[in-house]
Nanobody
């Protein structure tokens, strides 16, 4: 399974960005897909996940501001990030796995995409 993330960039606080993650290779309908992030000097943390069924789970820090969606026909997952804050600055990683939401651990990782939010 390969994951290709894109869409990062620089934005001012209060702005929006949309990340995309294209999933290719041997895919599984049981896989959940999600996003993790790692800020400078901090550990990587779970941000949001979506199951094949479409059910979602968000970290408290992004609830109401971020929205994840998936287009199964295109094998693509999107992360719409609104009302961005400087503390959202991090490298964002797309990931997939069968128990990603329940364990917040992934089996497959994409490359990171940098999101920078300035105040």
């Amino acid at each position: 399974v390969q994951l290709q993330a894109s869409g990062g960039g620089s934005v001012q606080a209060g702005g929006s960005l949309r990340l995309s993650c294209v999933i290719s290779g041997r895919t599984s309908s049981t896989y959940s897909v999600g996003w993790f992030r790692q800020a400078p000097g901090k550990e990587r943390e779970f941000v949001v996940g979506i199951r094949w069924s479409g059910s979602t789970y968000y970290a408290d820090s992004v609830k109401g501001r971020f929205a994840i969606s998936r287009d199964n026909a295109k094998n693509t997952v999107y992360l719409q990030m609104n009302s961005l804050k400087p503390e959202d600055t991090a490298v964002y990683y797309c990931a997939a796995g069968g128990t990603l939401i329940s364990t917040q651990r992934a089996n497959y990782w994409g490359q990171g995409t940098l999101v920078t939010v300035s105040s």
